[in-house]
């Protein structure tokens, strides 16, 4: 394995950091409207919530990273690997936030996962 797969590594956890922030963040703006009016508050209140601005800059950070990866990488072999990043989410949304991880997410995250698997090993 190469010793640049650091980069797929740390964008894998950035992306997954910075989905669970911004859920963290939403959760205390409220929840989205189809008026334009309430939608246009909500947006003003997550563009100036902390767990949400953290979000994005991580957001950012891990597309830095993911450049990173791709500068030594095909994108064939890089890019699938973020889906790791849906079982720690999954496993977040959980364990933490109390949300439904039924059978049948976890049968598609392990699917998945396998792919991740036969792909690293290519």
Known sequence: MSKYFIFI???????????LLMKTGIGQVGQAELSAGKAAGLLV?????PF?????TTMTLSM???LMSLSRFEVSF???????AYVIVALYGGLILGEDVNPTRILGICTIMLGTVILARS
């Not at 590594?9 to 989905?19: D, E, P």
């Not at 949400?52 to 994005?56: E, F, N, R």
């Not at 890089?78 to 790791?84: E, I, R």
Request: hydrophobic share 55%; proline share 3%.
């Open 9 to 19: 590594v740390v964008t894998v956890i950035l992306n997954a950091t910075s989905q």
């Open 45 to 49: 209140r997550a563009a100036t919530n």
């Open 52 to 56: 949400i601005i953290l979000g994005l």
């Open 64 to 66: 830095g990273t993911h």
């Open 78 to 84: 890089a890019f699938p690997f973020l889906s790791v």
